[in-house]
């Protein structure tokens, strides 16, 4: 009976041993078996290709260093490489947000083509989706991020959460009319 969804193959411990030694080849083959998950699983968070394959090829940079302390206990080595990408995603984003950029500096640049209303309007409206977000309970905030973010689906969701599908479902739909209500209501 064939598996749905088909299992990545688990890089076998010598060509992990292979690649701490050095092998250029074993490289290309790990990079060959996990680049492409590596970069869906940046990508679902990134929302931009371009940024995910410069962090993807960051991680693999990342695993290459420190492929000497990569100790084999039987997990997948992609759980590994997961584990680095989300570091080098985590990178990334503290460096952006320590950036002293604001809207004014990017007014400033008369080749940007922003607009001061539109970057006015734009935060406010985050603002608002902010504040509606953190009216939600924590788990409608957990599957909407599931959901939205992460781009899951409903049994994706149950799996992931220990959830039935139903009770995913349900704390959607709450949260999405949780959310509407909020959203509509005049701004003060």
Not at 101 to 125: H, K, L, N, Y
Request: charged residues 30%; contains cysteine; hydrophobic residues 45%.
């Amino acid at each position: 009976m064939e598996e749905f969804p088909p299992r990545r193959p688990v890089a076998a411990p010598a060509l992990i041993e292979a690649a701490k030694r050095g092998d250029a080849e074993a490289w290309a083959a790990l990079y060959r078996q996990y680049h492409g998950a590596v970069l869906a699983y940046l990508l679902r968070r990134t929302g931009s290709r371009p940024l995910s394959e410069d962090l993807a090829q960051d991680t693999f940079v990342r695993a290459m260093a420190g492929i000497g302390g990569f100790r084999w206990t039987g997990t997948d080595l992609g759980a590994w490489l997961f584990t680095i990408a989300r570091h080098v995603l985590l990178d990334h984003e503290k460096r952006r947000s320590t950036r002293s950029e604001s809207a004014v500096a990017a007014v400033a640049d008369r080749d940007s083509g922003v607009r001061v209303e539109e970057s006015v309007i734009a935060a406010a409206e985050a603002a608002r989706v902010c504040a509606a977000l953190a009216g939600l309970t924590e788990r409608q905030r957990a599957v909407v991020r599931l959901r939205y973010w992460d781009g899951l689906s409903s049994p994706e969701i149950a799996d992931r959460t220990g959830l039935r599908v139903g009770a995913v479902k349900t704390l959607t739909y709450r949260a999405r009319l949780s959310l509407r209500r909020s959203l509509t209501r005049p701004a003060r």
